[in-house]
């Protein structure tokens, strides 16, 4: 076994530390809210909580809890967040697999289409007349439809479809399979990667996706779950909140950002790590064609 130099090692060693020092600072903020989110509003507004509760106080969370509209807003975003996931990934999947094929004819046109609309866009006023009147407001395609397909997410997968071997097709199509048996046989097994990696891009940008709801949606048992903490940061700050009493109150505008930042972060914390290796081989072998 060769033993390393000593510049080496120092590279180790000053790498090692350039990284302990990221991570740190990444995770401070992370960890600073969750102990605002569990402490007292005098502490908070004293400036004394750091990285643990100072005067534990579960008022924020009691009051969100107890709430039913929480729980059936909350059920709504899973709702959209699946629903829209789904529907994104078929039309995007689809979409870059056809793109994919420089024999297609008319291929050029096409990309200029979806290229296009990352420059420029219809306004909200003319995207809220056309939801409108296709009959699509407080329903959730009206969260699902106009955001079915990102462009970035569509060119990246495009991209890694056009760096799989077209041998492995060419011999599926003797073997008789259709387009569609290649796509899903062939073509999909073997981007797991690029595939979960869209999926989590999609999922995030559904899950905290508000302005959607906020604009389409007019009944509250509609809302996600972002919108019902938006209100009700809304109502802390301004002191609407007419259900809570002056302390409650008092409490809630001081760590409701906090509680909301953590209550909205949670489930995609817990499901990233699934993806996570994910990750950096799909955008990588999505993003850079060898």
């Known amino acids: 076994m060769v033993k390393p130099s000593r510049s080496y ?3 180790q060693g000053v790498n090692g530390f350039i990284l302990t020092v990221v991570v740190v600072v990444t995770l401070y903020p992370f960890v600073n809210i969750i102990a605002r989110s ?22 924020t969370y009691k009051i969100v809890f107890q709430d039913s509209m929480f729980w059936r807003n909350y059920g709504n975003t899973v709702l959209y967040t699946v629903v829209a996931t789904a529907i994104a990934m078929i039309l ?31 306004g909200l006023i003319p995207n809220y007349v056309l939801i409108t009147s296709l009959g699509l407001k407080n329903s959730i395609w009206a969260i699902a439809l106009p955001n079915a397909i990102s462009v970035f997410n569509l060119l990246v997968m495009k991209a890694f479809f056009e760096s799989l071997p077209t041998d492995l097709e060419e011999a599926a199509q003797i073997d008789g399979l259709s387009t569609y048996g290649i796509l899903l046989r062939i073509v999909l097994p073997l981007s797991k990667a690029v595939v979960a990696t869209m999926v989590l891009f999609y999922s995030v940008a559904f899950w905290n996706s508000w302005f959607s709801a906020f604009l389409y949606l007019d009944k509250s048992e509609l809302m996600p779950v972002t919108v019902y903490l938006r209100n009700l940061i809304s ?3 301004t002191g609407g909140n007419a259900g809570a009493a002056d302390a409650q109150l008092s409490q809630v505008g001081a760590n409701i950002q906090a509680v909301t930042i953590v209550l909205t972060s949670l489930p995609i914390l817990c499901v990233y790590p699934f993806v996570q290796r994910y990750f950096v081989s799909g955008v990588m072998l999505g993003a850079v064609k060898g």
């Open 92 to 122: 995007t999947t689809s979409y870059a697999y056809v793109l994919s094929k420089k024999h297609l004819k008319g291929r050029g046109f096409l990309v200029g289409i979806a290229v296009f609309t990352m420059f420029f866009t219809g």
């Open 9 to 11: 090692r120092v590279f």
């Open 235 to 237: 109502g802390a700050t």
């Open 38 to 59: 569990f402490s007292s509003e005098q502490k908070i507004r004293a400036g004394e909580v750091t990285l643990w509760p100072e005067g534990f106080n579960l008022t």
